[in-house]
């Protein structure tokens, strides 16, 4: 057997294509900003996809950078400036920071209705509530839109979810075990005593803990669905940038599974498709606000 690919290009184009028509009915053009700090290569690299996708789909974009010596106060600055711009809808703030900022913080100043990545106390804990109308971090938002896309039975379900981060492992868990979803839920750590036996039993294996590859053949029940939402840069002398990209998946997993989302593309791009839905979302809730407040 050989895993089916669970393509996240197609998927993402299938999304965009949804938006393209919500963004036509909007009464405004949707606005995003994106804070970048410093000159991380990689960071640029993803706000400049972001930025493409804004452009595909007819969504304005406003493009803040500032250099690794900007203070925690100055950004703040900008958030605030942000937060008080009628015309711009969402806010997102491209990690990593530097070592010397708290990006919680920042994150914590951001206008929960242009929240756009999710991460906003108000709007995680919104999830713990079972409320998902409004913004969800867009890795996890991405996963259950693959899934519900591939047409993947979920309820009643044995779903492992490998890594607790609030912003995909944790936020991911309580998706799958929403309403509608149904998914019987164990999240494994750092601190599970054998992290092989639970995905073993498990029927949907979300594997995003950052450990290249750890996910083995050997770990997963045949015929189960593994989603890899790793992305991590291994060393590779084979490999003519002497480096490859590697998920947290094993290749060979692909021998075990039914469905398999590839790193690359995969995860990836439903994640920039799941922000552009976030953004046209707040667009879309804060013109209706707006509109009731003046009427």
């Known amino acids: 057997m050989t895993a089916v690919r669970l393509d996240g290009k197609a998927c993402a184009a299938d999304l965009e294509e949804r938006l393209k028509k919500r963004i036509l009915n909007c009464k405004v053009q949707p606005h995003l900003a994106v804070i970048i700090v410093g000159d991380d290569p990689a960071s640029h690299v993803y706000v400049r996809n972001k930025i493409k996708s804004c452009e595909r789909l007819g969504i304005k974009s406003t493009h803040i950078e ?6 925690q106060e100055e950004v703040a600055q900008e958030i605030q400036k942000l937060n008080n711009n009628p015309n711009l809808h ?8 530097p070592s010397h900022m708290d990006e919680g913080s920042l994150t914590d100043l951001i206008d929960p209705e242009k929240d756009v990545d999710g991460f906003h106390p108000i709007n995680l804990g919104r999830i713990v509530q079972g409320r998902l109308d409004g913004m969800i971090p867009c890795t996890p938002a991405g996963v259950m839109e693959m899934l519900r ?3 993947v039975e979920m309820s009643g379900k044995k779903a492992v979810v490998i890594g607790r981060s609030f912003n995909v492992g944790m936020s991911q ?19 599970t005593k054998d992290v092989k036996e639970e995905c073993l039993s498990a029927d949907i294996i979300v594997a995003a803990v950052g450990r290249p ?33 590697a998920g947290d998946v094993h290749p ?24 552009m839905s976030n953004t046209v979302l707040a667009t879309e809730i804060q013109h209706k606000k707006n509109g009731e407040s003046n009427g």
């Open 252 to 275: 060979d997993v692909e021998h075990v599974a039914s469905l398999l989302s590839p790193v690359p593309g995969g995860v990836g791009p439903m994640t920039v498709a799941m922000l």
């Open 90 to 97: 969402g806010i997102l703030i491209q990690s990593p920071l």
């Open 149 to 151: 896309w591939a047409n």
């Open 213 to 245: 590859e750890m996910v083995k053949p050997d770990w997963v029940k045949p015929g189960a669905i593994v989603i890899d939402v790793g992305i991590n840069r291994v060393d590779d002398s084979n490999h003519e940038r002497g480096w490859r990209l």
């Open 66 to 71: 500032l250099s690794s010596e900007t203070t």
């Open 173 to 191: 868990a309580l998706l799958l075990a929403s309403r509608g979803a149904d998914a019987t839920v164990t999240v494994v750590h750092s601190r």
